[in-house]
């Protein structure tokens, strides 16, 4: 735990939650399932000071490295939980996420390189504007304990060989039946939620019928896992991932091979496409062995295979997450390949976005109504990254055209597909041409900034403001708009603390509760909060000691007079904003009471409890 979360939250946030009088309930929140959902759901619960029970029929967390690109506003939900710079430890770094390549082999001639992850020239001044976070690659076998480890030093109880059998709710609570599956002990634990983060079979999604749109198993990739030192190949050119466009890798809709980094330059994944109609591929040891070795141009490769395994293309989202008591988030309600590496990412955010809501109804600060806007706002999120997930790797198609291999006498080789594209003829410039345009295209994939960081949301938890609807100003896929319009996520900018230390607007507001920004001027909405005298508000004045802004990067975001205010919610969404200055307490009040009413689904016409 990080040395200031307990300043941060709150100490009467952080009690023992075991004092609770209401004896009716075991614990506050039953989560099924310790993958990113489940696990960034614990440690914010837990943060938050309630009572979290979180169960896996596994004995282990992650066991493979699956989920790795990790994106800034990803990284954003580990700041706020204080974990970031643990996670920073285990996570290759941002600049070593590099180049991704596309080339015959590793040890072969290259096709093309493109700059990834924003690390290029063009694209990092955009990451660094954008978040006080950088990307970070952290394998899932990584995450998971740094999740399930924190969540339990703060307070959460984690049982493993624990099989969730089913539940019942009711108006008041959900009983959920497990299973310890060392004694064969059957037991009912009772909750007020539950939380189903149970993955891509999803059995609680099931009884609760949500509908889930879309396809499974439109191909087939198998993977394999191994040991090999590579580095004479990718240290001078690292990356993360690398492209193979061979003969022997050329089947499906991406048509390449991969060799995806997990650890450089030792751990490695390598995958390629079967048609799965024809049922499960050949991953002898023979077989794959010689099959690694052509992706790394290297026929002596001394390699150790870790592990094989197949996996399937699902194109399928959920239309809604939540039935009464009981929500769904993660693989449970979003299905997708790994391409434009949004999988946990959005998983941990589904988490973020739940765990406050709970908070809130849980210690009677909101009413029920707060919970259903979890699926409203979560809902078209997963829908979108579905889409991008698979359109990334139908976006693979125009690449691959460039590098035709036929060799014209029933063969397909690498020199015919070289020589066609470095031919000195119109017939050359025009392929080259085309190339140029197809790795442009790949943007969408591995440079899709806006995609990470520009989500909106409309909700009851949300007030508009009257402004007219957003334009964006360039391709909402590919760049940010930073915006403090309620709905958006609040712009980061450097502020300056008490002690001259630069931090960021992400690091005064959040951290479990309601933050109003105002500026110098805007004393009133001061006096109204110290009126309102609210457990889960804070102030932020921008100006005053703790909260400078020398560079005035603030009064350049804010869109706001400084004599405005917006309201931040916990996840660090704008929900609500007053434009214009307002000068009178009273009427400051009146606005920041109506606000905070209708985003809470209660009234604070009586004093909120401090449970």
Same mark, same amino acid.
């Given at each position: 735990m990080?040395?200031?979360?307990?300043?941060?939250?709150?100490?009467a946030?952080?009690?023992?939650?075991?004092?609770d009088?209401?004896?009716?309930y075991?614990?506050? &929140?039953?989560i099924v399932?310790?993958?990113?959902?489940?696990?960034?759901?614990?440690?914010?619960?837990?943060?938050?000071?309630?009572?979290t029970?979180?169960?896996?029929?596994?004995?282990?967390?992650?066991?493979?490295?699956?989920?790795?690109?990790t $994106?800034?506003?990803? &990284?954003?939900?580990?700041?706020?939980?204080?974990?970031?710079?643990?996670?920073?430890?285990?996570?290759?770094p941002?600049?070593?996420m590099?180049d991704?390549?596309?080339t015959?082999?590793?040890?072969?001639?290259?096709?093309?390189?493109?700059?990834?992850?924003?690390?290029?020239?063009?694209?990092?001044?955009?990451?660094?504007?954008?978040?006080?976070?950088?990307?970070?690659?952290?394998?899932?076998?990584?995450m998971?304990?740094?999740?399930?480890?924190?969540?339990?030093?703060?307070?959460?109880?984690?049982?493993?060989?624990?099989?969730? /059998?089913?539940?019942?709710?009711?108006?008041?609570?959900?009983?959920?039946? /497990?299973?310890?599956?060392?004694?064969?002990?059957?037991?009912?634990?009772?909750?007020?939620?539950?939380?189903?983060?149970?993955?891509?079979?999803?059995?609680?999604?099931?009884?609760?019928?949500?509908e889930?749109?879309?396809?499974t198993a439109?191909?087939g990739?198998?993977?394999?896992?191994?040991?090999?030192? /590579?580095?004479?190949?990718?240290e001078?050119?690292?990356?993360?991932?690398? +492209?193979?466009?061979?003969?022997s890798?050329?089947?499906?809709e991406?048509?390449?091979?991969?060799?995806? =980094?997990v650890?450089?330059?030792?751990?490695?994944?390598?995958?390629?496409?079967?048609?799965?109609d024809?049922? #499960?591929?050949?991953?002898?040891?023979?077989?794959v062995?010689?099959?690694?070795?052509?992706?790394?141009?290297?026929p002596?490769?001394? /390699?150790e295979? #870790?592990?094989?395994?197949?996996?399937?293309?699902?194109q399928? *989202?959920?239309?809604?997450?939540?039935k009464g008591?009981?929500? =769904?988030?993660g693989?449970?309600? *979003?299905?997708h390949?790994p391409?434009?590496?949004?999988?946990?990412?959005?998983c941990?955010?589904?988490?973020?976005?739940?765990? +406050?809501?709970?908070?809130f109804?849980?210690?009677?600060?909101?009413?029920?109504?707060?919970?259903?806007?979890?699926?409203?706002?979560r809902?078209?999120?997963?829908a979108q990254?579905?889409?991008?997930?698979?359109q990334s790797?139908?976006?693979?198609?125009?690449?691959?055209? =460039?590098?035709?291999?036929?060799?014209?006498?029933?063969?397909?080789?690498?020199?015919? @597909?070289?020589?066609?594209?470095?031919?000195?003829t119109?017939?050359?410039?025009?392929?080259?041409?085309?190339?140029?345009?197809?790795?442009?295209?790949?943007?969408?994939e591995?440079?899709?900034?806006?995609?990470?960081?520009?989500?909106?949301?409309?909700?009851?938890?949300?007030?508009?403001d009257?402004?007219?609807?957003?334009?964006?100003?360039?391709?909402?896929?590919?760049?940010?708009?930073?915006?403090t319009?309620?709905?958006?996520?609040?712009?980061?900018?450097?502020?300056?603390?008490?002690?001259?230390?630069r931090?960021?607007?992400?690091d005064?507001? @959040?951290?479990?509760?309601f933050?109003?920004?105002?500026?110098?001027? @805007?004393?009133?909405?001061?006096?109204?909060?110290?009126?309102? $005298?609210?457990?889960?508000?804070r102030?932020v004045?921008?100006? #005053?000691?703790?909260?400078?802004?020398?560079?005035?990067?603030?009064?350049?975001t804010?869109?706001?007079?400084?004599?405005?205010?917006?309201l931040?919610?916990?996840?660090?969404?704008?929900?609500?904003?007053q434009?214009?200055?307002?000068?009178?307490a009273? #009427?400051a009040?009146?606005?920041?009471?109506?606000?905070l009413?209708?985003?809470l689904?209660?009234s604070?016409?009586?004093?909120?409890?401090?449970r």
């Amino acid at each position: 735990m990080s040395s200031n979360f307990t300043d941060i939250v709150g100490a009467a946030d952080l009690r023992d939650r075991e004092a609770d009088p209401d004896t009716a309930y075991d614990t506050d &929140v039953v989560i099924v399932g310790t993958g990113p959902t489940g696990g960034t759901a614990a440690l914010a619960l837990a943060s938050y000071g309630v009572r979290t029970m979180m169960v896996s029929q596994w004995s282990w967390l992650a066991n493979t490295p699956r989920a790795h690109i990790t $994106n800034q506003r990803a &990284v954003e939900v580990l700041r706020d939980l204080g974990v970031e710079e643990e996670a920073q430890r285990y996570a290759v770094p941002w600049e070593q996420m590099g180049d991704t390549l596309f080339t015959t082999s590793l040890a072969g001639p290259e096709i093309a390189r493109l700059q990834t992850w924003g690390t290029g020239d063009a694209r990092s001044g955009e990451y660094v504007q954008a978040s006080p976070c950088t990307m970070l690659d952290i394998p899932q076998t990584y995450m998971e304990p740094l999740l399930v480890k924190n969540a339990a030093e703060r307070g959460a109880k984690v049982s493993f060989s624990t099989k969730y /059998l089913g539940h019942a709710q009711d108006e008041h609570g959900v009983t959920v039946r /497990l299973l310890n599956r060392n004694s064969g002990q059957e037991y009912s634990v009772r909750a007020r939620y539950l939380i189903g983060a149970d993955g891509a079979k999803s059995k609680i999604a099931e009884e609760i019928g949500l509908e889930i749109v879309g396809h499974t198993a439109r191909a087939g990739t198998a993977y394999v896992r191994f040991h090999a030192d /590579l580095s004479r190949y990718v240290e001078h050119r690292p990356s993360i991932l690398h +492209w193979i466009m061979n003969p022997s890798a050329a089947f499906g809709e991406i048509g390449m091979g991969l060799l995806r =980094c997990v650890r450089p330059w030792n751990e490695w994944i390598a995958g390629w496409g079967f048609d799965k109609d024809a049922g #499960e591929p050949d991953l002898s040891i023979d077989t794959v062995t010689a099959q690694i070795r052509t992706l790394v141009g290297d026929p002596s490769l001394e /390699l150790e295979i #870790e592990g094989v395994s197949t996996w399937y293309v699902n194109q399928q *989202h959920a239309l809604s997450m939540s039935k009464g008591r009981v929500f =769904c988030g993660g693989d449970a309600t *979003h299905r997708h390949p790994p391409s434009s590496g949004l999988g946990s990412n959005t998983c941990m955010q589904d988490a973020f976005n739940l765990a +406050w809501k709970l908070a809130f109804a849980i210690k009677g600060y909101a009413g029920p109504a707060l919970l259903e806007t979890y699926s409203t706002e979560r809902v078209p999120v997963g829908a979108q990254i579905v889409a991008r997930a698979n359109q990334s790797r139908l976006d693979y198609a125009p690449l691959r055209d =460039c590098f035709n291999t036929d060799a014209g006498d029933g063969t397909r080789t690498v020199e015919a @597909g070289l020589a066609r594209l470095r031919a000195t003829t119109a017939e050359g410039a025009e392929l080259r041409e085309r190339l140029s345009k197809a790795l442009e295209l790949k943007n969408y994939e591995f440079n899709a900034h806006g995609v990470e960081l520009n989500q909106r949301y409309a909700s009851a938890a949300v007030v508009p403001d009257g402004t007219p609807e957003e334009k964006f100003e360039r391709d909402p896929q590919l760049h940010v708009q930073s915006t403090t319009r309620p709905g958006a996520k609040l712009p980061h900018a450097w502020l300056v603390d008490a002690s001259g230390r630069r931090v960021s607007t992400l690091d005064v507001t @959040g951290h479990g509760k309601f933050s109003l920004v105002t500026g110098l001027s @805007g004393q009133a909405w001061k006096q109204a909060a110290e009126r309102l $005298n609210l457990p889960f508000l804070r102030t932020v004045v921008v100006g #005053e000691s703790g909260y400078e802004d020398p560079y005035a990067y603030w009064a350049k975001t804010r869109e706001t007079e400084e004599a405005g205010a917006l309201l931040v919610r916990p996840d660090g969404y704008v929900a609500w904003r007053q434009l214009s200055s307002v000068w009178e307490a009273d #009427e400051a009040e009146a606005q920041l009471r109506e606000a905070l009413e209708s985003i809470l689904a209660t009234s604070l016409r009586h004093p909120v409890p401090a449970r």
